[in-house]
Protein backbone atom coordinates (compact mmCIF):
# COMPACT_ATOMS: atom_id res chain seq x y z
CA UNK A 1 0.00 0.00 0.00
CA UNK A 2 1.51 2.97 -0.86
CA UNK A 3 -1.50 5.25 -0.10
CA UNK A 4 -0.90 6.34 4.04
CA UNK A 5 -4.18 6.38 6.08
CA UNK A 6 -4.55 9.92 7.99
CA UNK A 7 -4.57 10.64 11.51
CA UNK A 8 -2.11 9.05 14.27
CA UNK A 9 -0.09 5.46 13.94
CA UNK A 10 -2.76 4.00 16.89
CA UNK A 11 -5.57 5.71 13.93
CA UNK A 12 -3.62 4.22 11.12
CA UNK A 13 -3.71 0.43 12.77
CA UNK A 14 -6.96 0.82 13.97
CA UNK A 15 -8.24 1.93 10.36
CA UNK A 16 -5.93 -1.06 8.84
CA UNK A 17 -7.93 -3.64 11.26
CA UNK A 18 -11.24 -2.06 10.36
CA UNK A 19 -10.61 -2.38 6.64
CA UNK A 20 -9.80 -6.47 7.57
CA UNK A 21 -12.73 -6.79 9.43
CA UNK A 22 -14.83 -5.65 6.74
CA UNK A 23 -13.72 -7.44 4.10
CA UNK A 24 -14.16 -10.40 5.83
CA UNK A 25 -17.83 -9.55 6.82
CA UNK A 26 -18.70 -8.76 2.98
CA UNK A 27 -17.48 -12.56 2.52
CA UNK A 28 -14.42 -11.86 0.54
CA UNK A 29 -12.47 -13.45 2.52
CA UNK A 30 -12.09 -17.14 1.41
CA UNK A 31 -9.41 -19.07 2.81
CA UNK A 32 -8.45 -22.33 1.51
CA UNK A 33 -6.76 -25.23 3.52
CA UNK A 34 -3.39 -24.65 2.06
CA UNK A 35 -3.38 -21.33 2.80
CA UNK A 36 -4.37 -21.93 6.80
CA UNK A 37 -1.47 -23.86 6.52
CA UNK A 38 0.73 -21.26 5.70
CA UNK A 39 -1.00 -19.01 7.59
CA UNK A 40 -0.27 -21.14 11.11
CA UNK A 41 3.48 -21.33 9.97
CA UNK A 42 4.03 -17.54 9.19
CA UNK A 43 2.35 -16.87 12.89
CA UNK A 44 4.76 -20.11 14.24
CA UNK A 45 8.26 -19.21 12.45
CA UNK A 46 7.54 -15.49 11.19
CA UNK A 47 11.70 -15.50 10.25
CA UNK A 48 11.56 -18.00 7.87
CA UNK A 49 11.08 -17.59 3.92
CA UNK A 50 7.50 -17.67 2.62
CA UNK A 51 8.73 -19.66 -0.53
CA UNK A 52 9.67 -22.15 2.39
CA UNK A 53 5.69 -21.79 3.60
CA UNK A 54 4.68 -22.27 0.23
CA UNK A 55 6.46 -25.63 -0.37
CA UNK A 56 5.53 -27.01 3.16
CA UNK A 57 1.98 -26.14 1.79
CA UNK A 58 2.65 -27.58 -1.66
CA UNK A 59 2.14 -24.59 -3.76
CA UNK A 60 4.27 -22.44 -5.82
CA UNK A 61 5.95 -19.02 -5.43
CA UNK A 62 3.65 -17.44 -7.55
CA UNK A 63 0.75 -20.21 -6.76
CA UNK A 64 0.66 -18.75 -2.68
CA UNK A 65 0.46 -15.11 -3.92
CA UNK A 66 -2.04 -15.45 -5.70
CA UNK A 67 -4.33 -17.46 -3.38
CA UNK A 68 -3.13 -15.49 -0.41
CA UNK A 69 -3.79 -12.81 -1.53
CA UNK A 70 -7.49 -13.49 -2.57
CA UNK A 71 -7.87 -15.43 0.71
CA UNK A 72 -6.06 -12.38 2.87
CA UNK A 73 -6.30 -9.61 0.96
CA UNK A 74 -2.48 -9.09 1.50
CA UNK A 75 0.52 -10.75 -0.22
CA UNK A 76 2.19 -13.19 1.92
CA UNK A 77 5.67 -11.27 2.59
CA UNK A 78 3.30 -7.88 3.74
CA UNK A 79 0.93 -10.45 5.83
CA UNK A 80 4.16 -12.20 7.76
CA UNK A 81 5.73 -8.64 7.88
CA UNK A 82 2.98 -7.47 10.03
CA UNK A 83 2.99 -11.10 12.25
CA UNK A 84 7.00 -9.93 12.63
CA UNK A 85 5.78 -7.01 14.20
CA UNK A 86 3.11 -7.73 16.23
CA UNK A 87 5.37 -10.89 17.56
CA UNK A 88 7.88 -7.65 18.23
CA UNK A 89 5.09 -5.64 20.30
CA UNK A 90 4.02 -8.12 22.32
CA UNK A 91 7.35 -9.20 23.71
CA UNK A 92 8.13 -5.55 24.42
CA UNK A 93 4.55 -5.00 26.06
CA UNK A 94 5.10 -8.29 27.95
CA UNK A 95 9.11 -6.83 29.30
CA UNK A 96 7.37 -3.40 30.55
CA UNK A 97 3.93 -5.83 32.38
CA UNK A 98 7.34 -7.06 34.32
CA UNK A 99 8.61 -3.95 34.82
CA UNK A 100 12.12 -4.77 32.60
CA UNK A 101 13.11 -3.07 29.74
CA UNK A 102 12.82 -4.62 26.79
CA UNK A 103 16.17 -6.45 25.07
CA UNK A 104 15.23 -5.05 21.30
CA UNK A 105 17.95 -7.26 19.98
CA UNK A 106 16.67 -10.61 21.51
CA UNK A 107 12.69 -9.71 20.77
CA UNK A 108 14.06 -9.00 16.82
CA UNK A 109 15.59 -12.03 16.21
CA UNK A 110 12.55 -13.91 17.98
CA UNK A 111 10.28 -11.84 16.03
CA UNK A 112 12.00 -12.86 12.22
CA UNK A 113 14.18 -9.91 12.08
CA UNK A 114 18.04 -10.64 11.46
CA UNK A 115 18.89 -7.93 14.17
CA UNK A 116 17.61 -4.48 16.04
CA UNK A 117 17.60 -2.13 13.19
CA UNK A 118 16.36 -4.79 10.30
CA UNK A 119 13.34 -5.15 12.84
CA UNK A 120 13.25 -0.83 13.15
CA UNK A 121 13.49 -0.55 8.93
CA UNK A 122 10.65 -3.36 8.98
CA UNK A 123 8.78 -0.73 11.68
CA UNK A 124 9.56 2.17 9.62
CA UNK A 125 8.17 0.22 6.31
CA UNK A 126 4.86 -1.03 7.64
CA UNK A 127 4.15 1.55 9.95
CA UNK A 128 5.44 4.74 9.20
CA UNK A 129 6.83 5.89 12.59
CA UNK A 130 9.24 3.85 14.86
CA UNK A 131 8.00 1.54 17.45
CA UNK A 132 8.45 4.27 20.33
CA UNK A 133 5.09 5.78 18.29
CA UNK A 134 3.11 2.95 19.79
CA UNK A 135 5.31 1.96 23.15
CA UNK A 136 5.76 5.55 24.26
CA UNK A 137 7.20 5.01 27.56
CA UNK A 138 9.53 2.76 26.34
CA UNK A 139 13.09 3.35 23.99
CA UNK A 140 13.80 1.18 21.24
CA UNK A 141 17.20 1.68 21.32
CA UNK A 142 19.59 -0.28 24.27
CA UNK A 143 20.50 3.25 25.48
CA UNK A 144 19.48 4.72 29.52
CA UNK A 145 16.52 6.85 28.95
CA UNK A 146 17.09 9.89 31.56
CA UNK A 147 20.97 10.74 30.85
CA UNK A 148 21.26 14.12 30.50
CA UNK A 149 23.90 15.88 27.69
CA UNK A 150 27.39 14.36 27.54
CA UNK A 151 29.99 16.81 28.92
CA UNK A 152 33.73 16.10 27.80
CA UNK A 153 36.21 16.29 30.97
CA UNK A 154 38.88 16.79 27.97
CA UNK A 155 39.84 20.12 27.66
Do not use: N
Not at 30 to 38: A, H, K, P
Not at 49 to 73: C, E, N, Q
Request: aromatic share 4%; proline share 5%.
Amino acid sequence: MSERLGGSVSERLRGALALVRARARAGRCQVDERVLIVLAAMHAEPGAPVDRHAARAGLSGRHLRRRFGVAVGLRPKSYVRVVRLHHALAAARAAVAKGERPDWADIAVRSGCYDQSHLLAEFRHAVGAPPATLLPDVRFLQASAGRGPRHSTHG
